[in-house]
């Protein structure tokens, strides 16, 4: 962070920070399942917010904040899957018939299944049924029209039925 | 399981990278943003600056491996706007041969939507590709334009041009760092009601489609248009 932030600036930037961290780091995390890669993409988005270059109005933080972090997921993923595809992953399945072994077991697996989708499928999935982002405000973040969003979350839904059906 | 499973599943992963993590900012650290460095790390260098710092290098190596032709070439005398902007991606010559008119792409978001776009069609995500080149971003930054809808059959479409002379059947990723000067292919996609405007025939239940040649040229995008075909 630059040195020449007023007094007032660290404490609008500490404030957004306490206020926003959570929040953003949960949402990396879902993308990233990988937590620190998910802290290096929200830290990243607020060097950014502060560091002079474009950035939101007031009030709009958040939102900017929230955008910046969606962009800087895809890009992580798309190296991530680049090297899982070059390295053998092992099996992470769990043995044993508890009953909360089995439950997160099939948490795994459906959110496995959300890793798999086309990118904005995925990122409209995560948006919709995560942050709980109406069709509009999922627009807004990925900047592309409702139309499309309503498209990707309809074959999203579709490429997890068959996953989601075992967990009836 | 909740009413919405695929929430379920998603907060289960939340919260279990949250608990391995602590959230809670140090109240004795000044200042408190961005988190102080561990005292455990060498050099004094902040371990997420230093992640942060290898992130942007690995981030800009990408974008280059994947974009690096698209930047070569002589952009001395590109165009600028009335802002004093650069403008990268419109030719101000029409030239009979699209080599020729073919502008390097320079500006940083048109190159990160460029490998977005073809990281979607590397997925098979048409949709998304299509929607990511008929956007204004795309058309104000480069010259390629896909058009907008879906491809019915587009693994088919590309893979047939892919195999004629302009590519020779690597992922449209893979072609678009590949170093020959002239690659291309192209893309049929059906026209939704009232995305052409004048010229529309206004048939209901009439397939309407475009074919849209992109070629790779020289380091640009090119795109020749073919007239719109009415079915």
Known sequence: MKSTMTGSDAADAETLYRAHYRSLFRLAAVFLDDRSAADDVVQEAFLRLHSGRSGPTGGKEFAWLRQVVVNGCRERYRRQAVAKRRTPQQSQEQGGADEAVLAADLHRRVAAAVDQLPTRQRECIVLHHFERLTESEISGVLGISVG???????????ALRPVLEELR | MTDDPIHAALAARADQHERSVDLALPDDVEPAWPRAPRPSQPHGVPPRRRRWSAAVAAAAISVAAVVGVLVAGDDGD?????DGGVDAGVPQETSADPIDAAQPVTDESARRHLEDFFAALDEGDFDAAA???GGPQMTANVQAILGP???????QTLERYCASAFCTGQTIGEVAVREENV???VVTTPIPPGALGHGEPAEPGVEHSMEYRVMQVHGGLQVLDLPPRFE
């Open chain 2, 183 to 185: 690659r291309g292919f």
């Open chain 2, 131 to 133: 929607e990511m080149l």
């Open chain 1, 148 to 158: 499309s969003i309503k498209t990707h979350l309809h074959r999203g839904r579709a």
């Open chain 2, 78 to 82: 590109a165009p600028v706007t009335s």
């Open chain 2, 149 to 155: 809808g879906a491809v019915d059959q587009p693994a």
